[in-house]
Structures are given as C-alpha cells and as structure tokens.
C-alpha cells in the first residue's frame, strides 16, 4: 500500500512511502535511505516529513554520502537549508574526501556552495565566541579563586597577628 501515489511525476518518490518502511531503512544495493531519495531529487516537502520522523541527517550511503551531499549534487538550495536548519553535519566527507561543499561547487551550483561556506563561517565564529567564553569564564573563575585564597591568608594573618599581640600583652587595635 503507497501513503502517497506520485505516478504523475516522472520521478516521483512513491516507491519511498510504502507503508511499514522504517525512515531510516536503507536499501541493501546502494545503502539509501528515504532522506537520501529525498535530498537527491530535491524533495523538500518529503525531506522535511522524513526528518520529522525521525531520519538520519547524517547517514551516510555507499559512496560516503548523507543526505547534504545529495541535496548539493543536485543544486537543491531548499533542501540543504532544511538540512542545515535541522543540524546536518555540514563538514562529513564522502569515500573521496569531499564536502558537500566541494560537490556543490564542483557541480557549478554556486549559491548552494556559498550557502555552506556561509554556514561554515557563522559556526566556525560561533565555536570561537563559545571558546573564548569558557576562556574568560575560566580566567574569571581563576581570578575570583585567586582573590577569595589571598582574601582567605589576608584573613588568617590578621588572626594570627591579632593572636601575637594579645600574647605579648601589648594592647590591641581594631583599626586596620
């Protein structure tokens, strides 16, 4: 039983809504999921259904393709912002090594390569403002430890001072 008959379109992805089919069931030959289908033949509306049911952004198929590569083989812009959107991993390498970036502009679809390299840049930054968060966090957390241990032996020594005096008999002052 098909979910969805798609038999007017050429290439429509009926054979992938069978009923029962688990999302990321791959098929045994190419090892290709629904999503992968899907982000081949620019799919977004059935990439999307696959992604809220659970599939695999990352999956990667026989030649060491997700679904990202797919989607920037075939130039499909909607497809890898839903793929980006959703958390893909944008630098997984195929069998040769490639990005879908690579792919992308291998293939000549510019703006999906500068759409990646755009995403790449707004998470490398990203990752650098989080580290040099946690530096500050960590130099503050040092700072603050530092000072609370020389408050801390600033505190001790005046006991013991204050000790000193009272035991030598001399009178104690409370202005310091």
């Not at 098909?2 to 992938?16: I, R, T």
């Not at 069978?18 to 620019?42: C, D, M, Y």
Request: proline share 3%.
């Amino acid at each position: 039983m098909l979910l969805w008959d798609a038999s007017s379109e050429p290439n429509g992805p009926s054979p992938l809504l069978e009923a029962g089919t688990e999302v990321n069931l791959a098929a045994a030959a190419f090892v290709q999921s629904p999503a992968h289908l899907a982000a081949g033949g620019g799919h977004a509306f059935f990439l999307l259904w696959q992604l809220q049911t659970g599939a695999n952004l990352n999956q990667q198929d026989w030649l060491g393709e997700a679904p990202i590569h797919k989607a920037a083989k075939v130039g499909s812009l909607e497809c890898l912002t839903l793929l980006v959107a959703s958390q893909a991993n944008i630098d997984l390498r195929n069998n040769n090594s490639q990005t879908a970036e690579d792919l992308a502009l291998a293939l000549g679809f510019l703006e999906c390569a500068q759409f990646l390299m755009k995403v790449k840049q707004i998470q490398n930054l990203k990752a650098g403002a989080q580290y040099n968060t946690s530096l500050h966090d960590s130099d503050e957390s040092i700072h603050s430890d530092a000072s609370k241990r020389q408050k801390g032996v600033w505190e001790r020594n005046r006991l013991v001072n204050r000790k000193r005096r009272r035991s030598n008999g001399k009178a104690v002052s409370s202005t310091f």
